[in-house]
């Protein structure tokens, strides 16, 4: 079964980065893009931008542009989100989210992993 | 950007109950939306895609409908495994996502 496993929470200091992971099983790594969402009591649910797996080629929301870096490593399913430069406002949970690309490039997201949960505080 | 303004933002119902939950999107957005459901301590998963089609799994009680800037999802004979937030997100224009509904019993 489709699988997305990321990795353990993150406590993380005001001005630093945090790298989170998400191990995808159950399905061929490369023919599905991965998505990353924010979620936040505040703001709901924020889209962060997808990662070709089998390119690598990546989409930000331009909120996102300079915050987030996705990275894949398709030799262990793998993909990445590094946040950078870190505050309070990026203290939320972040899902990976499987990728269905309709023929239109519309897209939405059927598998979700269970969320990394990034606290930043001093 | 698209903004979707879902409502209510909660909603208390009993067993059995049909319950609607409303989407309305700032333009256009072609059927192209999404609803999800995220219980407590979960993730969000996949109910209905383009505006009406059910997920693999979904329950059949869970039916989405509507069309230019106006969706809804509607439950039919609620349980209490229904007890969750609902969400949908717009994927015409990019992608943005309402502020979510959550469902309870009464």
């Known amino acids: 079964q489709v699988q997305l496993q990321q990795s353990g929470a993150e406590l993380a200091k005001p001005g630093s980065s945090v790298k989170i992971s998400c191990k995808a099983s159950?399905?061929?790594?490369?023919?599905?893009?991965i998505s990353w969402i924010k979620q936040t009591t505040g703001q709901g649910l924020e889209y962060i931008g997808y990662i070709n797996t089998g390119s690598g080629g990546t989409n930000y929301n331009e909120k996102f542009k300079g915050k987030a870096t996705l990275t894949v490593d398709k030799s262990s399913s793998t993909a990445f989100m590094q946040l950078s430069s870190l505050t309070p406002d990026d203290s939320a949970v972040y899902y990976c989210?499987?990728?269905?690309?309709?023929?239109?490039?519309?897209?939405?997201?059927?598998?979700w992993g269970q969320g990394v949960m990034v606290t930043v505080s001093s | 950007d698209i903004q979707m303004t879902q409502s209510p933002a909660s909603l208390s119902a009993s067993l059995g109950e049909t319950v609607t939950i409303e989407c309305r999107a700032s333009?256009?957005?072609?059927?192209?939306l999404a609803w999800y459901q995220q219980k407590p301590g979960n993730s969000p998963q996949l109910l209905i895609y383009d505006a009406n089609s059910l997920a693999d799994g979904v329950p059949s009680r869970f039916s989405g409908s509507g069309s230019g800037t106006q969706y809804s999802l509607k439950i039919n004979s609620l349980q209490s495994e229904d007890v969750a937030s609902y969400f949908c997100q717009q994927y015409n224009n990019y992608n943005t996502f309402g502020a979510g509904t959550k469902l309870e019993l009464k």
């Open positions: 159950g399905y061929t790594f490369t023919s599905y893009y």
């Open positions: 333009e256009d957005i072609y059927s192209n």
């Open positions: 989210a499987r990728v269905i690309l309709q023929p239109n490039l519309r897209y939405y997201f059927d598998y």
